[in-house]
Nanobody, 123 residues
Framework: QVQLVESGGGLVQAGDSLRLSCAVSGRAFWTFAMGWFRQPPGNEREFVATIGRNGDSTYYAASVKGRFTISRDNAKNTVYLQMNSLQPEDTAVYYC????????????????WGQGTQVTISS
């Protein structure tokens, strides 16, 4: 069984930074592409960023490109989301997800999900 546990969320002010972590246990982490998604209050879940198995390919939502950076450490079974220049519209529950093989922006293609971590940005 694959388990994903996010951490690093919190309440910060606009312009601040946060780094989310997602620790993955269970099967070989290196076989999974990883993604970050978020669900703002009252809205649908949306794609944020994804990274390939080796970290050699990354993709971002237009709304976060240039501000957020996804990375992974296969030795630590962990994926990260560095979030800079945070804005109130970034307020959401952030989820990490895992899927076999290649990175994807489609949440429905992910097999495993974490429980989410709340990120709140005050103006």
């Amino acid at each position: 069984q694959v388990q994903l546990v996010e951490s690093g969320g919190g309440l910060v002010q606009a312009g601040d930074s946060l780094r989310l972590s997602c620790a993955v246990s269970g099967r070989a982490f290196w076989t999974f592409a990883m993604g970050w998604f978020r669900q703002p209050p009252g809205n649908e879940r949306e794609f944020v960023a994804t990274i390939g198995r080796n970290g050699d390919s990354t993709y971002y939502a237009a709304s976060v490109k240039g501000r957020f950076t996804i990375s992974r450490d296969n030795a630590k079974n962990t994926v990260y989301l560095q979030m800079n220049s945070l804005q109130p519209e970034d307020t959401a529950v952030y989820y990490c997800a895992a899927r076999r093989h290649v990175a994807s922006q489609e949440g429905d293609e992910y097999s495993y999900w974490g429980q989410g971590t709340q990120v709140t940005i005050s103006s």
